[in-house]
């Protein structure tokens, strides 16, 4: 995989889930988020720890501390639906399965 753009999901009306989440942590939270965001999209993706999302391929989620970025790519373009909290991810990945979806459309 060579290197593609990164966006952050946003509605129509420009509204965006994992912005919004990215902005309410700490600096180095963030930062580290969207370095392994950075990388995969750079095509460093043996550098950063990441899975497909068994039952929603091919939505994959990038794997930072006790964070989960899900994603998928289409073309050159990483599409990021969703930020979460591990714990969080069950119902985030339900979201961004519909987001995605919208996308592919």
């Known amino acids: 995989m060579g290197g593609m753009e990164a966006r952050l999901y ?29 990388d995969y999209a750079a095509g460093a993706s043996g550098a950063v720890s990441w899975k497909v999302i068994s039952g929603h391929a ?25 930020v979460c909290r591990k714990q969080d991810q069950k119902r985030g990945i339900e979201q961004a399965a519909k987001r995605m979806k919208a996308l592919r459309q």
Do not use: C, K, N, Y
């Open 10 to 38: 946003e509605t129509d009306t420009g509204r965006s889930q994992p912005r919004d989440f990215l902005d309410d942590l700490p600096v180095h939270e963030r930062a580290a988020i969207l370095d392994d965001i950075a």
């Open 58 to 82: 091919p939505m994959r989620e990038l794997r930072t501390w006790g964070f989960r970025s899900l994603f998928f790519v289409q073309g050159d373009v990483m599409h990021v639906l969703h």
